[in-house]
């Protein structure tokens, strides 16, 4: 048996021995935040490659609109209804892809999900360029749809991810939002022109803008809290040879049930159990599918009205990107009153819905003025140039709508900001890619004017929508479910915090620093 002192002075090594382990290890963690701040100010500047690869997504969705007379020709397709299926599908697409891919991120990671999906992207772009027939065609348009969309699904919660700041992530997201809409009206354009040549061409081009968003893409890096922190924990992991160093993320339960059950069901249950996220999927599905019917419409009006070939007529898209950009002026002057409004501590800019919404209570009724505009003004009578004009307030109210409403999502849900999005990309997908069916029976049988009309009085019933939101969203988030589970893990967060502050000695609240401190409860949301 060892003397006392022995015994005293072993303990007295093991402890140094133990306080020396627990010092280098928070040395390799302190690290963590000025690592994560450091990956964010590099973010900013890479800010560009996020919007070239959506651009490039929402280019596809449009593509085939120029050059549908010369596919029709060559596959023998004389089918109306046929016509359409080349720029459903790829919306359809749109539907199935987003509910996968969205919460895949917030299991996964950001970029593993958007660089896997846009290379088959890229794949499948050349396979349209090499279709054969027409069933292979459309089923090329399909898979190209679904791999398109996690650019968009992802978006919401990889600004979320970057921007702590509220009106900063609003701005991004309303850049963003001002130059996706290039994609669309730029694509007619193109395959109007180019589709002169052969059809082949226009799926040529659309493959080239895509090789070059790939390059760019292949340089994201990862943004995902959660993610990065795991990332991190393995890398201690390796170098100090301790195994008991874990990020909260790979604390949560995982397994197929999980990712079934939970993960990949969190967009249908936002969409169905969430009055923000449901409402928002109401609107923005009757812009959105009006926007897409749009393609089908100016064709009709332009090329039947007023002569114009299948190159010219895509060049009406042109005053909706007009429209698009001026909404960016818009939202940042707003910004600019909201700032102001903070600096004197007004009442109401510390209420969350009059952070956005207001902007989607300007664009509503601009959007329904276009609408009556452009059906009483399309007539031989008249000049072109008079219904084409339509398309700037109609531009302005779109993005208007889209930029206030999706901003008010992703601030409202923060890191299910992707699940939200994508339950809002899917539904709106489903009108964008059903309703264009309908244009061509709708026009010839109602007329340009009352077809028109129809929509009109449509989009004015959903723009009651956010005067809604401003006067009983606080109510509704307060009942909501993933708003409380949010507001738990902020609270969460802060005790993190305030622990490592007091309690220095101890390593493992510094590792749950991320996006997620809840180790228990995250299966329930």
């Known amino acids: 048996m060892l003397p006392l002192s022995e015994v005293q002075d072993l303990l007295s090594e093991a402890t140094g021995k133990i306080e020396e382990s627990v010092a280098a290890t928070e040395g390799k963690l302190s690290g963590i935040r000025e690592e994560m701040e450091s990956l964010k100010a590099d973010l900013y500047a890479r800010f560009g490659k996020r919007i070239v690869s959506v651009v490039n997504s929402t280019l ?19 089918s109306q209804a046929q016509l359409v299926l080349p720029i459903s599908l790829f919306l359809v697409g749109y539907v199935f892809g987003p509910v996968v891919f969205a919460p895949l991120s917030e299991t996964y990671g950001r970029r593993i999900v958007m660089v896997t999906t846009f290379v088959f992207f890229t794949i499948f772009t050349l396979a349209c360029a090499l279709a054969p027939n027409w069933p292979f065609f459309l089923v090329f348009r399909l898979l190209c749809g ?28 309303a850049f963003f939002m001002a130059a996706t809409t290039c994609g669309p009206q730029l694509a007619p354009i193109i395959s109007g ?21 790939l390059a760019f893409l292949f340089f994201m890096p990862e943004t995902y809290g959660p993610t990065i922190l795991k990332q991190r924990a393995q890398r201690m992991r390796r170098q100090s040879g301790n195994p008991n160093v874990f990020a909260p993320i790979e604390l949560e339960k995982k397994g197929a049930r999980q990712l079934i059950t939970i993960t990949l069901t969190r967009p249908i249950r936002m969409m169905l159990f969430e009055a923000i996220v449901l409402f928002t999927c109401m609107y923005l599905s009757i812009a959105y599918a009006i926007f897409y019917l749009f393609f089908e419409a100016y064709p009709l009006i332009f090329e039947g009205i007023y002569g114009f070939n299948t190159g010219t007529a895509g060049l009406p898209f042109l005053a909706i990107g007009v429209g698009a950009f001026l909404s960016t002026g818009i939202f940042m002057h707003w910004d600019s009153v909201l700032m102001r409004a903070k600096k004197v501590n007004a009442c109401w800019s510390e209420i969350e819905e009059y952070r956005r919404l207001p902007l989607a209570c300007i664009g509503g009724p601009l959007y329904v ?3 009556f505009w452009l059906g009483w003004t399309a007539n031989s009578d008249i000049h072109w140039m008079v219904p084409i004009l339509s398309g700037i307030p109609f531009g302005v109210g779109f993005m208007l709508i889209f930029m206030a409403l999706l901003n008010y999502v992703t601030d409202a849900y923060e890191i299910f900001a992707a699940s939200a999005m994508a339950a809002t990309s899917a539904c709106r997908s489903i009108f964008g890619a059903v309703l264009p069916i309908a244009t061509r029976p709708m026009y010839n049988k109602l007329g340009i004017a009352w077809a028109s009309s129809l929509l009109g009085f449509l989009s004015l019933g959903m723009s009651i929508i956010p005067f809604a939101f401003l006067k009983y969203g606080d109510r509704i988030r307060a009942n909501s479910a993933f708003c409380q589970e949010l507001q738990q893990r902020k609270r969460q967060h802060e005790e993190e915090r305030e622990r490592e502050e007091s309690e220095t000695s101890l390593p493992a609240p510094e590792l749950h620093d991320g996006e997620t401190t809840n180790n228990g409860s995250k299966e329930g949301v």
């Open 146 to 173: 679904i791999t398109a969309s996690s650019a968009t699904a992802v978006v919401g919660g990889l600004f979320a991810d970057i921007y702590d700041d509220p009106i900063t992530r609003g701005r991004a997201l």
């Open 369 to 371: 003025i276009s609408l």
């Open 193 to 213: 022109f180019i589709s002169v040549l052969t059809w082949r061409w226009t799926f040529w081009v659309g493959l080239i803008i895509a090789g070059i968003s």
């Open 60 to 78: 596809g969705s449009s593509l085939p609109s120029g050059a549908i007379e010369y596919l029709a020709d060559y596959f023998d397709v004389t």
